[in-house]
């Protein structure tokens, strides 16, 4: 098996950079559904075309390249030793190439290895078969999505659904209740896999399994066809849509398995997969170790746009989300058609302020911060600073490095790497926020920080800091991270290394990097108004379905 490693480090590279075929159609698909001119349409523009420069670039789709997870067949007698270490190698390879983002941190002193090798990591789970090639799969899922992972042990009274009981009415509530809670924060439009049964471990286990099938598959038990059909159908109703913006499309895939489970116990488990739903696999010669065949379609030459979307420049086509339903001018700006009024009608919070696009340079004002309004395009230059959990937590008792006054804050964790000329940014999307909503309110009161960005929202605390301050939140599109890669002209420097890459505090410089506000200085927030109107809307549900 000379070749095994090699072969190894080109999955890596494929799966982290190229999104497949089956994936990519389900985009269009759902790119098809949306109003092209709304927030949520645009964010799937800006998605599409992220997938297009990762794949031109051979650079990471997402900066979170996420836990790598193999499942691997092989026939009797081949030397899994052997095979693991060869995995190891090509893992420190495609990290050290900016493939993989160094993503294994140690639980209580919180180092990151920096070669993504580690306790528990990468997970290999090895299976023998009758067959005479090895077959190896690899899931990149990243832990936004991870986090929105849920299980439900049956019966249960669910928030808006009522009673579910352990029949496949009670499953159907789950899941729908699953896509409900993810809102936008794992990078919706989403896949799900759904494990019913097990214990705890292998209930989520089969449903993570379920995201290796293919997005277009028929499921053979027909009860479980009906049910992936039911969901598909029906979850887009909630309303929650790309990023949690609001819209037709939440979901772009869900699939079901099922095993037996013990007499006491009835758990459906959910897996989530962002947009960004990164697996192949690919059947390697078990003498040579070279590649066979790969196991799901390439991505390359499959179109991600519905037809008709001309491709625009990055920071014009989330300036036009924003100024979705102000002119007509603006929405042929990002190819859009004319469904303008349409537009302005589902705007909420936007439409009632009347949405513009504006351009700021950092250090920021109040007063500049203070006239912001939900739904605004804000497109930034100057310096940002990033900071994420390490970073939040060490501010609260301790002085920044630099001056933070009228500062951005990214909440983001960049793949970087470094030549003779410095530090180079390889992708640099946002991450969750609500993992700061504990500090974030009082980190920028304590430095005079005026905006954040990042993605998902953050909760009542930061958006009444906001108010009282004057800050504002900034919603960047979710795994977009070769878009905004592009925007950074600069790595001006680097402080709290000993952090590990994703969480050290890169002072970044920018130029037309482009975000929504989603959270103004006078108490709005589209997030909390997407998920009441989402909470309404789950209700209808309610009902039993399947007898
Ligand atoms: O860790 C990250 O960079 C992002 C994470 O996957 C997230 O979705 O929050
Ligand atoms: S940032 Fe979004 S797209 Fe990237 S791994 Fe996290 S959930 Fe997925």
Redesign the pocket.
């Known amino acids: 098996m000379q070749q095994f490693e090699d072969s190894i480090y080109n999955l890596i590279v494929e799966t982290s950079t190229n999104l497949p075929g089956d994936v990519r159609r389900a985009v269009a698909k759902g790119r098809a559904l949306e109003d092209k001119a709304t927030r949520s349409g645009l964010a799937l523009t800006t998605i599409a075309q992220n997938i297009g420069m990762a794949e031109q670039q051979i650079s990471p789709i997402?900066?979170?390249t996420?836990m790598l997870t193999f499942i691997i067949h092989t026939p009797v007698g081949i030397n899994q030793i052997e095979m693991k270490k060869d995995i190891y190698n090509a893992i420190v390879r495609a990290t050290k190439n900016g493939k993989l983002?160094p993503?294994s941190v140690d639980s209580l002193t919180g180092e990151n290895s920096g070669d993504n090798l580690g306790e528990g990591t990468p997970v290999i789970h090895f299976e023998q078969w009758e067959e005479d090639s090895v077959d190896v799969r690899l899931i990149l899922k990243?832990?936004?999505?991870?986090?929105k992972n849920i299980q439900y042990s049956l019966p249960a009274e669910l928030e808006g659904l009522g009673k579910a009981g352990r029949d496949l009415d009670g499953i159907r509530k789950c899941i729908l209740h699953s896509v409900y809670q993810a809102q936008g924060?794992?990078?919706s439009a989403g896949f799900i896999g759904v494990g019913i049964g097990g214990d705890r471990t292998t209930g989520y286990e089969l449903a993570k399994k379920q995201l290796f099938r293919k997005v277009e598959d028929v499921n053979p038990i027909e009860d479980l066809q009906k049910m992936e059909d039911y969901i598909m159908e029906n979850a887009n109703k909630l309303g929650i849509g790309t990023m949690g913006f609001g819209g037709e499309v939440t979901l772009l895939g869900c699939k079901v398995g099922v095993i037996n489970r013990l007499p006491a116990s009835f758990f459906v488990s959910v897996a989530y997969n962002?947009w960004a739903f990164r697996r192949q696999g690919v059947l390697v010669d078990a003498a040579t170790g070279s590649i066979k065949e790969w196991l799901y379609e390439s991505g390359t030459g499959v179109s991600v746009d519905e037809g008709s979307v001309q491709q625009p420049e990055p920071a014009v086509v989330i300036a036009a989300a924003g100024n979705a339903g102000v002119t007509t001018e603006d929405a042929s700006i990002a190819g859009a058609p004319a469904e303008i009024a349409t537009a302005a009608a589902r705007t909420d919070t936007a439409a009632a302020g009347g949405s513009r696009e504006v351009r700021l340079t950092a250090p920021i004002s109040e007063e500049d911060i203070r006239s912001l309004r939900v739904g605004d395009v804000v497109i930034l230059s100057g310096e940002m600073h990033t900071g994420?959990d390490a970073l939040h937590k060490y501010l609260m008792d301790h002085e920044a490095p630099v001056d933070l006054n009228g500062a951005v804050i990214y909440?983001?964790?960049?793949v970087m790497m470094k030549d003779e000329e410095g530090w180079h940014v390889k992708a640099a999307?946002?991450?969750?926020?609500i993992?700061e909503e504990p500090y974030q309110g009082d980190i920028m009161k304590k430095f005079g920080i005026r905006a954040v960005i990042?993605?998902?929202g953050m909760g009542p605390k930061t958006l009444a800091a906001l108010q009282e301050h004057g800050g504002v939140y900034l919603n960047a599109i979710?795994?977009a991270?070769q878009y905004y890669a592009e925007c950074i002209k600069k790595v001006n420097a680097v402080d709290f290394m000993e952090f590990g890459i994703?969480e050290a505090m890169w002072h970044l410089d920018v130029d037309g990097f482009a975000a929504i506000v989603t959270m103004d200085a006078h108490g709005n927030s589209l997030h909390a108004d997407v998920e009441k109107d989402s909470a309404a809307k789950l209700i209808q549900f309610r009902e039993p379905v399947f007898k």
């Open positions: 997402c900066q979170d996420g983002r993503n990243g832990g936004g999505c991870e986090n924060q794992g990078c962002c994420r909440h983001c964790g960049p999307g946002p991450t969750t926020s993992r990042g993605k998902g979710g795994g991270a994703p």
